[in-house]
């Protein structure tokens, strides 16, 4: 069954603490990408990665973590930094990183992990 | 500067009624164009996806239209149905670059 996960779908944590999101894919796609999403507002790159072992910022990465050890994976984690956590945040992945003219690469969305921290 | 604004903000219509969502972008230079449906705590799920020689795409009762040359976009629903009630969200992406720009997406509530 080829996908995206995300675990895992809902997580508390308590102010102060770092937190970890997981997202594994099995489509054997190049590009992850982590965005949040807030109510009333569209999805905003934290963090992306075009090829393992290698990961650029997004617009929002303030306060936040990757790595990409692994093409599979794609983890997130949420730093005693990042002042506002508590969101709803979407894992993504697609065959290549590159938007090119012509080129129709698709993304596809993992179920989402809502982080509540209190 | 990239953007995409999508009206309604949020839309509620009858069971079988048609809708039509819009979708103006100043993204450049303009790649192409994805229209996403997204159920409540969910993650997004793509209807269709244009280029710019492509004035229209349809995946069963969604139709998707793009004007390049006025930068908008809509999607139409016909024949709405309870399951069509979710967030749609459209997104643009530009030329050499890695990002896409995601608008904040019309909230479709179909009633029966």
């Known amino acids: 069954d080829g996908g995206i996960t995300q675990s895992p779908k809902y997580l508390f944590r308590k102010e102060g603490q770092n937190v970890t999101l997981s997202c594994e894919q099995n489509?054997?796609?190049?590009?992850m990408y982590w965005y949040r999403q807030d109510p009333g507002q569209g999805l905003r790159l934290i963090y992306y990665?075009?090829?393992?072992?290698?990961?650029q910022k997004g617009d929002i990465a303030e306060g936040y973590s990757v790595s990409r050890e692994k093409k599979e994976s794609f983890p997130l984690t949420v730093t005693s930094a990042q002042k506002n956590p508590t969101a709803f945040y979407l894992c993504?992945?697609?065959?290549?990183?590159?938007?090119?003219?012509?080129?129709?690469?698709?993304?596809?969305f993992g179920p989402g992990t809502r982080l509540t921290v209190t | 500067k990239n953007q995409v604004e999508q009206s309604p903000q949020s839309l509620i219509i009858l069971e079988g009624k048609n809708c039509t969502l819009q979708?103006?972008?100043?993204?450049?230079?303009?790649?192409?164009l994805r229209w996403y449906k997204q159920d409540t705590g969910r993650g997004p799920v793509s209807l269709t996806i244009m280029t710019f020689s492509e004035n229209t795409k349809s995946n069963g009762r969604y139709t998707a239209t793009l004007d390049a040359d006025t930068k908008q976009s809509s999607l139409h629903i016909t024949a709405s149905q309870l399951s069509d009630s979710a967030s749609y969200i459209c997104v643009v992406s530009a030329s050499g670059t890695y990002k896409y720009i995601f608008g904040t997406g019309t909230r479709l509530k179909v009633l029966a």
């Open positions: 990665s075009q090829i393992v072992n290698d990961f």
């Open positions: 993504a992945s697609s065959p290549s990183g590159q938007s090119s003219l012509g080129a129709n690469y698709e993304q596809y």
């Open positions: 489509l054997n796609h190049d590009a």
């Open positions: 979708c103006n972008y100043t993204v450049s230079p303009f790649s192409n």
